[in-house]
């Protein structure tokens, strides 16, 4: 591919980066997909498991759910999860299941698609985003989470990007791809600034409650009195079980602001259209200090090809020269991972 590397998505990137493996060389490790499921010590709840078997064999789910967005029953589960800690209480009338995140995703960006129309988007981020609003005529603007400010969002260059055509920003929290967890003081002024620029959140949750430390997750639509949310969610991460295709969309509105505006009756609408529904780190490269390695892209697929460690290049998630690891797997492959790396950084850093 040269230096140019206009691949679409993480899993065409990490193809690429796949092809790169010796297969005459060591077992590959997979550092660079987070899906948990493929190793034994991330398994979710038997009786999870036992749950779902037990609802296959009553013989009362293998229909189409009422209405295309999800069960009554199952929407008052996700809507009482959700409004846990919130100042006010979800209903199951604001939660719409769909399929996965991603299909969540693509919903609510369709009902905000109109001629003109622009996103605020967090860089670095999930490419998904920018790939269906291309596919959908919406212009994606990108705004910084600061590295020196443990990643949290460059609030003045929101004011210096949104026009009166952007209709929505977009945060992921916890990040993908950095893993931060923004704080109740950080949101707040999140929540403040969409405010005065007319905006409506779509906060990313996929991650929720996936953190490390001291510092609490805060969902987005503990502020949804300052500004409209739309929270997204899935069981994916949390309850391990990707395979599944179970998530949601939930319009945090106490103010009615979504509804009057028609965005939670074209939700309803489109829904009733579409398909039923049924861990990470950011790690920087000192490329100046490694030998015949231009890029985070080379970087992976040397990798890939010298040690069968297998990471995700930083570029297709909009930043440049750092590679993303997951920890989603078997702590002492890990290990032996980070070791590889290491051994990798050695043999090709330069002479001082």
């Known amino acids: 591919m040269g230096g140019n590397h206009n691949m679409l998505g993480i899993r065409g990137v990490l193809e690429y980066v796949m092809s790169h493996l010796n297969p005459d060389g060591k077992s590959a490790i997979p550092l660079g997909l987070g899906d948990p499921s493929a190793f034994e010590c991330f398994r979710t709840s038997i009786h999870v498991e036992d749950a ?88 994606a603007r990108h705004y910084d989470l600061v590295p020196e400010r443990g990643w949290e969002i460059n609030l003045d260059q929101l004011h210096a990007i949104a026009d009166s055509n952007t209709v929505a920003m977009v945060i992921i929290n916890p990040s993908n791809p950095c893993g931060t967890i923004f704080t109740h003081d950080h949101l707040t002024k999140v929540a403040e600034t969409a405010k005065r620029l007319g905006l409506l959140i779509i906060s990313d949750e996929v991650y929720a409650h996936i953190v490390f430390g001291e510092k609490p997750f805060i969902p987005m639509g503990f502020f949804a009195s300052t500004v409209p949310v739309l929270t997204l969610g899935s069981i994916s991460k949390k309850w391990m079980v990707p395979g599944w295709r179970i998530g ?21 609408k489109l829904m009733n259209i579409v398909v039923d529904p049924a861990t990470i780190a950011q790690v920087k490269i000192n490329i100046s200090g490694l030998v015949d390695i231009r890029d985070d892209i080379e970087f992976s697929a040397m990798l890939a090809k010298e040690e069968s460690v297998i990471v995700l290049p ?32 050695m043999r090709h850093a330069k002479n001082t």
């Open 314 to 345: 930083g570029s297709p998630l909009g930043l440049k020269y750092w590679i993303r690891v997951t920890f989603a797997i078997s702590p002492s492959v890990l290990e032996e991972g980070f070791d590889r790396i290491a051994a990798f950084c």
């Open 248 to 268: 949601w969309i939930a319009t945090c509105d106490p103010d009615g602001i979504l509804r009057k505006s028609q965005i939670t009756e074209g939700i309803k």
């Open 52 to 139: 779902l078997i037990e609802a296959i064999r009553t013989g009362k789910y293998n229909g189409y759910s009422p209405g295309g967005h999800g069960l009554p029953q199952s929407r008052r589960v996700v809507a009482d999860y959700l409004s846990h800690g919130m100042p006010f209480k979800l209903s199951e009338d604001d939660v719409f299941l769909t399929c996965g995140c991603s299909q969540a995703i693509d919903v609510v960006l369709s009902v905000l698609a109109r001629e003109g129309a622009n996103i605020l988007l967090p860089r670095p981020g999930f490419p998904a985003y920018e790939a269906l609003m291309a596919y959908k005529g919406i212009e």
